[in-house]
């Protein structure tokens, strides 16, 4: 159980296009999930929060406008990366909870390569 | 700024010997948990320890957490070649205290244990 799922695993896209990034729990209902990012060889950065039905919460230096967040359902909630640049090339990985102090099931990420 | 710091950032052993990583971080927290990532992929709950326990143990593995020093550790006993991996801490996030899940990742530690 606790199963979390992205799609895709790994895309590339040209600069100036723009990339959706799907996140799904697939055996139980998420009722949070955040976004993270990873550089390589570096830490997780947390993103933005995202609540069903809800607005996402962004963390601070993070551009609402570029990371479209959406939480439509309880299993789903996409990242759309905006106008990507070579910048934005890097590992996007999410996570689900039921929310409060339970545990977050992370998915496996997504590797994203911007040219 | 990092929540949590791992140290060492590298880390390498032989098999069947046994592996610490140490963690500390800057503020009060509710819980704090211990992943795993191997190379490129998404990231593992290993256990989770809260603020008022002191010792946890699960399988090969032992954590510790000292909550008036702020710090925390990660004992793997009689490691093996498959634990070769990067082990990262993550706290509750202060500015949401932890009410919605949301975590801060360390720097982690790369485990690499050889055969």
């Known amino acids: 159980g606790a199963v979390v799922s992205q799609h895709p695993s790994r895309v590339i896209c040209k600069s100036g296009t723009s990339v959706k990034i799907e996140c799904r729990s697939l055996d139980f209902q998420a009722t949070t999930m955040f976004w993270y990012r990873q550089f390589p060889k570096q830490s997780l950065m947390l993103m933005a929060t995202?609540?069903?039905?809800?607005?996402?919460?962004?963390e601070q230096g993070v551009e609402k406008d570029k990371f479209l967040i959406n939480h439509a359902s309880l299993t789903l909630s996409t990242l759309t990366v905006t106008s990507a640049h070579p910048e934005d090339s890097s590992f996007y990985i999410c996570?689900?909870?039921?929310?409060?102090?339970?545990?977050?099931?992370f998915g496996p990420g997504t590797r994203l390569t911007v040219t | 700024s990092q929540q949590g710091e791992e140290d060492p950032q590298a880390l390498s052993i032989q098999e069947g010997e046994n592996a610490t990583m140490n963690c500390s971080y800057k503020t009060s927290i509710n819980n704090l948990q211990w992943y795993r990532q191997n190379s490129g992929r998404g990231l593992v709950h290993l256990i989770l320890i809260r603020s008022n326990e002191r010792e946890k143990h699960s399988g090969r593995l032992r954590v510790t957490l000292d909550t008036s020093k702020k710090s925390s550790s990660l004992l793997i006993t009689a490691s093996r070649a498959a634990d070769t991996a990067s082990y990262f801490c993550a706290t509750d996030h202060p500015r949401y205290g932890g009410s919605q899940g949301n975590l801060i990742f360390g720097k982690g530690t790369k485990l690499s244990v050889k055969p």
């Open positions: 995202s609540n069903e039905g809800s607005k996402a919460t962004y």
């Open positions: 996570s689900a909870s039921q929310g409060g102090p339970y545990e977050q099931y």
